[in-house]
T-cell receptor, first 112, second 115 residues
Framework: DQQVKQNSPSLSVQEGRISILNCDYTNSMFDYFLWYKKYPAEGPTFLISISSIKDKNEDGRFTVFLNKSAKHLSLHIVPSQPGDSAVYFCAASTYSGYALNFGKGTSLLVTP | EAGVAQSPRYKIIEKRQSVAFWCNPISGHATLYWYQQILGQGPKLLIQFQNNGVVDDSQLPKDRFSAERLKGVDSTLKIQPAKLEDSAVYLC?????????????FGSGTRLTVV
């Protein structure tokens, strides 16, 4: 049972434009949400997170938005750079829980 | 700081054989996780250790998978006997605190191919 869903397997964006990656979840007990970035042959690296008490968190070019009523979050990358080309995983956990539940990932390609 | 070390990077075995993976977490990280990532899927937690105790192994196929973390540092994950569907990347991760709140640090993984 997939509790975290990333319905877009791939996304292509031109350099300098905004990239928007989407994620939906079904478990209302999730309190903490994270985005990971993965390059080929490497492990995922932590990118940005947001707790359920917030609706927005920014870190440089990366912003995560959380809409709890819709059980939806998104990652915005502005401006997009070719080095951002990677697979992005959305993940969620409960504060009292331990496991991170991952989506299937979205492959982002930023073209020059 | 040094990252999470995993070995081997790649392994090819025949079905019904056994295999072991090794992980050395970041120094001082009390929590260690093993994840399985099948091609086209997100990582799935297999087991979580807090020091040398098991916190969550509910998704570990215990009839064939085993893991240990002696002395609360290094960890090994074993599969015996392997099946074709065990072909995946096995990721080790560590964190300073329990839970995912501060983001794990993942190793580069071991890619297992069962033929």
């Amino acid at each position: 049972d997939q509790q975290v869903k990333q319905n877009s397997p791939s996304l292509s964006v031109q350099e300098g434009r905004i990239s928007i990656l989407n994620c939906d979840y079904t478990n209302s007990m999730f309190d903490y949400f994270l985005w990971y970035k993965k390059y080929p042959a490497e492990g995922p690296t932590f990118l940005i997170s947001i707790s359920s008490i917030k609706d927005k968190n920014e870190d440089g070019r990366f912003t995560v938005f959380l809409n709890k009523s819709a059980k939806h979050l998104s990652l915005h990358i502005v401006p997009s750079q070719p080095g951002d080309s990677a697979v992005y995983f959305c993940a969620a956990s409960t504060y009292s829980g331990y496991a991170l539940n991952f989506g299937k990932g979205t492959s982002l390609l930023v073209t020059p | 700081e040094a990252g999470v070390a995993q070995s081997p990077r790649y392994k090819i075995i025949e079905k019904r054989q056994s295999v072991a993976f090794w992980c050395n977490p970041i120094s001082g990280h009390a929590t260690l996780y093993w994840y399985q990532q099948i091609l086209g899927q997100g990582p799935k937690l297999l087991i979580q250790f807090q020091n040398n105790g098991v916190v969550d192994d509910s998704q570990l196929p215990k009839d064939r998978f085993s893991a240990e973390r002696l002395k609360g540092v290094d960890s090994t994950l074993k599969i015996q006997p392997a099946k074709l569907e065990d072909s995946a990347v096995y990721l080790c991760a560590s964190s300073q605190t329990t839970g995912g709140n501060y983001g794990y640090t993942f190793g580069s993984g071991t890619r297992l191919t069962v033929v």
